[in-house]
């Protein structure tokens, strides 16, 4: 009789909607065992152990301290850890690196922490689940992004920015090919995910006046060649109805990608809202409460187009106040 695989025996809450099993091609995940309704907590977990360092600072050293500490059945846990779900992993270090998560913010020290069970999930640049925040002191929680079928795998994206990069980039970030839907070569449905994921980085660049590495690039940024055009977004100089109609569209894009799930609204709302409250042209006003009003994105953002071309007396005010919050003079 074959020996169990180490995953087999790990320890799942008795309320886990999931099990563990082979996924081919990427070692072990987790499978969903019923119907997850959008929105619902997965599973919520606490680290094995934390190490209060960046990644690059963590020793042998550091992990054997810190596994000495564990208790027994704790010990066998992380001893259970495998490469790819098949070979023991040759030194602690990799066996952290690989399954553990840091905080999302620059709040706080850096610390990490070792997930035993998270770090069973699989990637998926189009994941059904979201880790919104990682703050391993405390935990972290992974949520429904979407209906989850009865046996469909469990995964979450594991890049922070990868929606606005492209099938090559992300594959040379994660030193892996993934093989979910947006990276399928030859589709439909991949083409329009290279094509959505551009456009929303040039949009970005447009409202934020950087790019996904939070620098400026005049000379290079994907989809905007106009160099004028680039440095009016650095310059924070955009009109507000030029950047709200951008942050629609934004909206409009990620929802086709399947990827505007509720923390990723909550993340971009309150930015909208402040656009919004810019606005002091009555007849301006008047379109920006019917794009309010309206019940789904393509539609806020098909009756903000009316605001195309549109000067405001708000824009001045707008561009001090956003050129102040960028720390420009």
């Known amino acids: 009789?074959?020996?169990?695989?180490?995953?087999?025996?790990?320890?799942?809450?008795?309320?886990?909607?999931?099990?563990?099993?082979p996924s081919p091609g990427k070692g072990w995940g987790a499978f969903a065992t019923r119907h997850i309704s959008k929105g619902s907590v997965i599973l919520t977990e606490k680290p094995l152990f934390t190490v209060p360092k960046p990644h690059e600072q963590i020793t042998e050293d550091d992990l054997q301290l810190a596994f000495q500490r564990l208790s027994l059945p704790q010990k066998y846990q992380f001893l259970s850890l495998r490469n790819n779900a098949s070979t023991p992993f040759t030194s602690m270090t990799d066996a952290f690196a690989e399954n553990s998560?840091?905080?999302?913010?620059?709040?706080?020290?850096?610390?990490?922490?070792?997930?035993?069970?998270?770090?069973?999930?699989?990637?998926?640049?189009?994941?059904?689940?979201?880790?919104?925040?990682?703050?391993?002191?405390?935990g972290i929680t992974s949520v429904a992004m979407k209906d989850i079928a009865s046996g469909e795998e469990i995964t979450f994206c594991y890049e922070s920015d990868f929606e606005?990069?492209?099938?090559?980039?992300?594959?040379?970030?994660?030193?892996?090919?993934?093989?979910?839907?947006?990276?399928?070569?030859?589709?439909?449905?991949?083409?329009?995910?290279?094509?959505?994921?551009?456009?929303?980085?040039?949009?970005q660049y447009l409202t934020l006046g950087v790019d996904i590495d939070g620098e400026r690039h005049s000379s290079y940024c994907p989809i905007i060649l106009d160099r004028d055009l680039k440095m009016t977004a650095e310059e924070m100089r955009i009109p507000l109805s030029s950047r709200l109609i951008y942050q629609l569209l934004t909206m409009v894009l990620l929802e086709e990608e399947g990827l505007l799930d509720g923390h990723m609204i909550d993340r971009l709302?309150?930015?909208?809202?402040?656009?919004?409250?810019?606005?002091s042209l009555e007849s301006?006003?008047?379109?920006?409460?019917?794009?309010?009003?309206?019940?789904?994105?393509?539609?806020?953002?098909?009756?903000?187009?009316?605001?195309?071309g549109r000067a405001d007396p708000g824009d001045h005010a707008a561009q001090e106040l956003f050129r102040a919050a960028r720390g420009l003079s």
């Open 269 to 279: 709302t309150p930015g909208l809202e402040v656009v919004y409250s810019l606005f």
């Open 101 to 138: 998560f840091g905080r999302s913010t620059d709040a706080g020290p850096a610390t990490l922490g070792l997930f035993v069970l998270h770090s069973r999930l699989n990637h998926s640049c189009l994941p059904n689940t979201k880790i919104p925040k990682t703050d391993p002191t405390q």
């Open 1 to 21: 009789m074959p020996e169990a695989h180490p995953y087999s025996t790990l320890h799942l809450p008795p309320t886990a909607p999931f099990k563990l099993q």
């Open 284 to 308: 301006n006003v008047r379109i920006v409460t019917l794009a309010t009003l309206q019940k789904t994105w393509v539609r806020k953002f098909c009756a903000a187009m009316r605001l195309w």
């Open 164 to 203: 606005c990069r492209v099938r090559r980039e992300r594959h040379a970030i994660l030193r892996f090919e993934c093989d979910c839907k947006a990276c399928e070569l030859g589709t439909a449905l991949h083409r329009a995910s290279e094509i959505r994921r551009v456009l929303v980085r040039g949009l």
